[in-house]
């Protein structure tokens, strides 16, 4: 089944404490990105990849990092993470080959940081 | 930089009436256009897309959407509402031959038995 899945779906830490989100699909997609959904705010794109070692930083980049070594994998990292981050967090992807490709989206991560 | 606005909060119907739900964009160029709805605890499902061609698109559950370009719109409807429709509904459009989406800020739909 094609699918995008992250992880984990749910997470409460104290502010400070270094966390990963991992992402991974089994499209084969090159692109994937990162998005926060807040309550009156919609999605916000934190970072994108447009394939292997390249990534870009979106509208709300400040306090996240993403590496991409995988095609498969987009893992978002919170170095030091502030209640400000608190939010849904979700992965997706899609292929820049295809004329306007849809985005696959994974499940969510509900973050809570206290 | 694109954008969409979607005016509506909320937007509540009775079961068995139509549906509408509007989304107005602003990005240079041809834009591509997308539905996206999410149900409780879920994440977001694609529901169709406008990228040429003919101006009336059908999607996923019913639903279907007209691009306007005179008034930048791109509106969903579905000519019969379902309960089973309540849920966050995201309009979201890119640059024509580009990856990133600008979402709106989504509608609630609340379909009242």
């Known amino acids: 089944e094609a699918q995008v899945t992250q992880n984990p779906r749910y997470l409460i830490t104290v502010t400070g404490k270094k966390l990963t989100v991992t992402c991974s699909q089994n499209m084969n997609h090159e692109y994937m990105s990162w998005y926060r959904q807040d309550p009156g705010l919609g999605l916000r794109q934190i970072y994108y990849s447009m394939n292997v070692e390249v990534t870009d930083k979106g509208d709300v980049p400040e306090g996240y990092k993403v590496s991409r070594k995988e095609k498969r994998n987009f893992p978002l990292i919170l170095e030091s993470p502030s209640p400000n981050q608190t939010s849904l967090y979700f992965c997706?992807?899609?292929?820049?080959?295809?004329?306007?490709?849809?985005?696959?989206f994974g499940p969510g991560t509900r973050l809570t940081v206290t | 930089a694109q954008s969409v606005a979607q005016p509506e909060d909320q937007v509540n119907v009775a079961e068995g009436n139509p549906l509408t739900v509007k989304c107005t964009y602003s990005?240079?160029?041809?834009?591509?256009l997308f539905w996206y709805v999410q149900y409780p605890n879920r994440g977001l499902q694609f529901l169709l897309k406008y990228i040429t061609g003919d101006n009336l698109v059908k999607g996923s559950y019913g639903f279907e959407a007209e691009f306007n370009k005179s008034q930048t719109s791109f509106h969903l409807k579905k000519p019969s509402a379902l309960v089973s429709d309540s849920a966050l509904y995201f309009c979201a459009v890119a640059r024509y031959g580009n990856n990133r989406l600008a979402f709106g800020k989504g509608n609630q739909v609340v379909v009242i038995p």
């Open positions: 990005v240079s160029g041809n834009p591509y």
């Open positions: 997706a992807s899609s292929d820049p080959g295809l004329a306007g490709g849809e985005q696959y």
